[in-house]
């Protein structure tokens, strides 16, 4: 073939892809975008995974589950979920079951088709599960470069990829840098790689991306770090591992990278716990999209702060360790928390309220704060504790509090709200749409799909919870142990608890009495009411 036919065979090759005659996508099928796996993670030694035929990443976690994450854009993803040592599919799951996924064993593979981002759990066999997240396309990635960008590869701040060379001053400095930048809300731009680094301080007007494969690290010994507070029950020191500074405002932590926590290595070997996101006295906040995972204490702390919103994450906590929530809403305002998936051994999704004296507050800046105007949306909860819970901690009013259109993979409790320390009141609250598919495990002595009770654990009284409404509850499992609602006294009852379209197991059409809902566990209660 002579050299100008060559080129003319190129020329014309390269028309065509230009033209999208070929490599393009099929109309009406789903871009998807992998992510590469980190230096310092494994992949799986149980699942391979293919999106459209394009590999994904499975990346081995727990003993309890893997996780693999992909973006798509809009359309069919056919999903391949290999079993790695051939054994034959002979039973799965996949949730949330309100989606109602079909799917089809051929041999060793799992295949099903989704038709939007979503978040799933799948079970194959008798494996550890495996978390999907898939995630809509990233539409806002900004570019590595440009006016306004301060990219931590580059200089000056020219961070390498290594998770023994620490990035703390070089990533600090650029964040500085971005809250200075005199154009606008500069961008923080973390590209694919390991960084390790200690303390972090978010400051105004500024955003933190994490790119696709990024991973901020935690890492180093107590003596390393800042000291914020004191776990007393725990007999462990707590540090505010990347935290806004008080008053900021305007900030975004956004991207598809991974801020890891690595608490089971520093509660283990350091005895040092750490808040992964600690969102302090500040107006403005926004987290979206990125995997949080093996936090050393309450992984995402919103505390005395107004106007946040927490969207897209991923919170990929542990089973074997304890005091490792997911997002705890702290005395703050106006919060909305939608479409994520939380996995922990303690309560993925809460709210709470304290007072300064309680230990790991003693250093919260501001002034305690009513809690109101908290939404939890389009959620998915795994949890050996409550699925969605308000308290324990009531130490300040708590009121429009709603839970919607959310699935409790599994917990030992659906949803509850533990009145345990304070005196202050719960008021208007409302869980709307909840699917609770599992109820496995026990928490105290509870095994149940809710739970509405004042523990007094202080021996200061406690407050009241009031106008409270449970609506389009779907319990596919009701647990073992009866419903509870307890108030103290006769004087501090639980009032105003309304029951509406809950569908239990075993019953056709939507429960019409306590006793069919199985919130049969009552004391000092006053104007209870259940309504198909």
Not at 7 to 23: K, P
Request: proline share 4%.
């Amino acid at each position: 073939m002579s050299f100008n036919l060559i080129n003319r065979v190129i020329l014309v090759l390269l028309a065509m892809i230009s033209t999208h005659q070929i490599f393009a996508i099929p109309p009406g099928i789903a871009k998807i975008l992998s992510y590469p796996v980190p230096s310092i993670y494994k992949t799986s030694s149980f699942f391979e995974l293919k999106v459209n035929g394009v590999e994904v990443p499975v990346i081995d976690y727990t003993d309890k589950y893997d996780y693999a994450q992909l973006s798509m854009s809009k359309g069919k993803a056919e999903f391949t979920l290999s079993v790695k040592n051939g054994d034959q599919v002979a039973a799965f799951n996949i949730s949330p079951k309100k989606y109602s996924i079909a799917g089809v064993r051929e041999g060793n593979k799992l295949k099903f088709t989704i038709h939007k981002d979503e978040y799933l759990i799948v079970k194959v066999n008798q494996l550890r599960e495996l978390v999907i997240a898939a995630d809509a396309e990233e539409l806002n990635k900004p570019s590595p470069s440009g006016q306004g960008v301060f990219n931590v590869a580059s200089g000056p701040y020219t961070v390498v990829d290594s998770h023994t060379e620490l990035a703390t001053e070089a990533i600090q400095k650029a964040i500085d840098d971005a809250s200075a930048y005199k154009g606008g809300k500069g961008i923080v731009y973390v590209p694919a790689g390991v960084y390790p680094v200690r303390n972090l301080k978010l400051k105004s007007n500024m955003s933190l991306y994490l790119e696709g494969g990024a991973v901020l690290l935690f890492s180093g010994q107590e003596k390393d770090f800042k000291i914020s507070a004191r776990k007393a029950s725990q007999n462990r020191n707590i540090t505010w591992w990347i935290a806004t500074d008080s008053g900021a405002h305007d900030i975004k932590v956004f991207g598809r990278g991974t801020l890891d926590g690595n608490g089971k290595y520093s509660t283990e070997k350091n005895n040092l716990g750490n808040h992964i996101l600690a969102i302090m006295h500040t107006e403005r906040f926004e987290l979206d999209g990125p995997v949080i995972r093996d936090s050393g204490a309450w992984a995402i702390i919103p505390t005395r702060s107004k106007k946040l919103v927490f969207q897209n994450f991923k919170l990929f906590n542990r089973f074997d360790m304890g005091e490792n929530d997911g997002i705890d809403v702290m005395e703050s305002q106006n919060v909305l928390v939608k479409h994520a998936i939380g996995i922990a051994l303690d309560d993925p999704f809460s709210t709470k309220t304290w007072t300064q004296n309680t230990d790991l507050c003693r250093n919260w800046p501001g002034k305690p704060m009513v809690q109101s105007g908290v939404v939890f949306k389009d959620c998915i909860s795994w949890t050996y504790c409550y699925g969605y819970k308000i308290g324990q901690g009531v130490m300040q009013d708590q009121r429009n509090i709603v839970f919607k259109n959310c699935v409790v993979y599994d917990a030992a409790v659906g949803i509850g709200i533990h009145h345990k320390w304070g005196t202050a009141s719960i008021k208007n609250v409302l869980f709307d749409g909840i699917d609770i598919e599992r109820l496995s495990y026990q928490n105290d002595d509870h095994r149940t799909w809710a739970i509405f009770f004042m523990q007094n654990g202080d021996k200061k009284g406690s407050g009241p919870i009031t106008d409270i409404l449970v609506k389009n509850v779907l319990v596919r499992d009701a647990g073992k142990s009866p419903g509870k609602i307890k108030g103290v006294s006769a004087a501090i009852p639980v009032s105003n608890l309304r029951f509406k379209n809950i569908s239990m197991p075993g019953i056709a059409g939507p429960a019409s009495s306590l006793q069919q809902v199985k919130m049969t566990d009552t004391m000092y209660v006053n104007h209870i009411q259940i309504k198909k």
